[in-house]
């Protein structure tokens, strides 16, 4: 059993930036592929990004490519979003979710295992 736990979402102008954390309990993070994902009010979930066990493989959506980052600290069993220029469009709970070894990097949310809470993240003037 994997605990996720995000932080770091808050209410940011348009144009700021914000990283968000996700935390993981457990010894095998390391092991583990990690995503973020966000949901608007009324939409669905969506993919934002992920990473392989190791960070060497990342990919991320279209619409966040170029503005934000996925990264990975093993030793703290943390996983990072670093969000810059963002837009009022990126207003959303902010998901992490976390699977065990794959064979491509996970783009699904049925291809997870495991979630965290959500953290909320609202881009206003």
């Known amino acids: 059993q994997v605990r996720l736990v995000e932080s770091g979402g808050g209410l940011v102008q348009p144009g700021g930036s914000l990283r968000l954390s996700c935390t993981a309990s457990g010894r095998t993070f390391s092991s583990y592929y990690m995503g973020w994902f966000r949901q608007a009010p009324g939409q669905e979930r969506k993919f934002q990004a992920t990473i392989d066990w190791s960070g060497g493989r990342i990919a991320y959506a279209d619409s966040v490519k170029g503005r934000f980052t996925i990264s990975r600290d093993n030793a703290k069993n943390t996983v990072y979003l670093q969000m810059n220029n963002l837009k009022p469009e990126d207003t959303a709970v902010y998901y992490c979710?976390?699977?065990?070894?794959?064979?491509?990097?996970?783009?699904?949310?049925?291809?997870?295992?495991?979630w965290g809470q959500g953290t909320q993240v609202t881009v206003s003037s």
């Open positions: 979710a976390a699977r065990s070894a794959y064979n491509r990097l996970p783009a699904r949310q049925e291809e997870y295992d495991y």
